[in-house]
């Protein structure tokens, strides 16, 4: 069973950045297309972003060219650079594979964009 723990999170500015981090246990993460999602209380977990086992990428349009996502294979990790950070970014982020997520969901990491 492949666990997932995020982390990175924080309170920011408008206008900040973070980073966050996404460390998976287990021989196949190399395998698997993986994802950030979102999910802010009362609504449904929504995709932020994908990277490809091969590394390509794609956005939400709300998030194109303010964050990029990126993996480490040898360290099993994926990441989310978060620039240009709006207060309609707030929200608990999750890692897991592409397609809704196949693996058991983490904790999650709090993301709150406020001045």
């Known amino acids: 069973q492949v666990q997932l723990v995020e982390s990175g999170g924080g309170l920011v500015q408008p206008g900040g950045s973070l980073r966050l981090s996404c460390a998976a246990s287990g021989s196949r993460f190399s395998s698997y297309g993986m994802a950030w999602y979102r999910q802010t209380p009362g609504k449904q977990r929504d995709l932020v972003a994908h990277?490809?086992?091969?590394?390509?990428?794609n956005y939400r349009d709300s998030v194109k060219g303010r964050f990029t996502i990126s993996r480490d294979n040898a360290k099993n990790t994926v990441y989310l650079q978060m620039n240009s950070l709006k207060p309609e970014d707030t929200a608990v982020y999750y890692c897991?594979?592409?397609?809704?997520?196949?693996w058991g969901w983490g904790q999650g990491t709090q993301v709150t964009v406020s001045s």
């Open positions: 897991n594979t592409g397609g809704g997520g196949i």
């Open positions: 990277i490809t086992s091969v590394g390509m990428t």
